[in-house]
C-alpha cells in the first residue's frame, strides 16, 4: 500500500504534496507537484506546466519550503 503525503498545498490548480521518508537515520522530506486539468467530466493530474502556472508554482514552492523548515524546527525545539 502507497504511504500517504504528510502535508498538501494547493493554489489554483497546483498541487505540491510533501511526503515524508526515514533514510539512514535521517528525516527527510520530498515533493510532488503536479497541475489539475480537466478532460471531459473527469479531473486529471499532470507534471507539465504551461507559462501561466510558473507564478503559482513558485509560490506553492515557497510555502513548501516554509512548512519543511518549520516542521524541522519544531522537531529540533
Do not use: C
Not at 53 to 66: G, K, N, S
Amino acid at each position: 500500500m502507497a504511504k500517504s503525503p504528510i502535508h498538501e498545498i494547493r493554489r489554483g490548480l497546483i498541487t505540491i504534496r510533501i511526503w515524508q521518508k526515514h533514510t539512514r537515520g535521517h528525516l527527510r522530506h520530498t515533493i510532488t507537484v503536479t497541475r489539475l486539468y480537466r478532460n471531459g467530466d473527469l479531473w486529471k493530474e499532470s507534471t507539465r506546466f504551461e507559462r501561466d502556472d510558473i507564478a503559482l508554482v513558485r509560490l506553492a514552492l515557497d510555502v513548501a519550503q516554509t512548512w519543511i523548515i518549520q516542521q524541522q524546527q519544531v522537531r529540533n525545539s
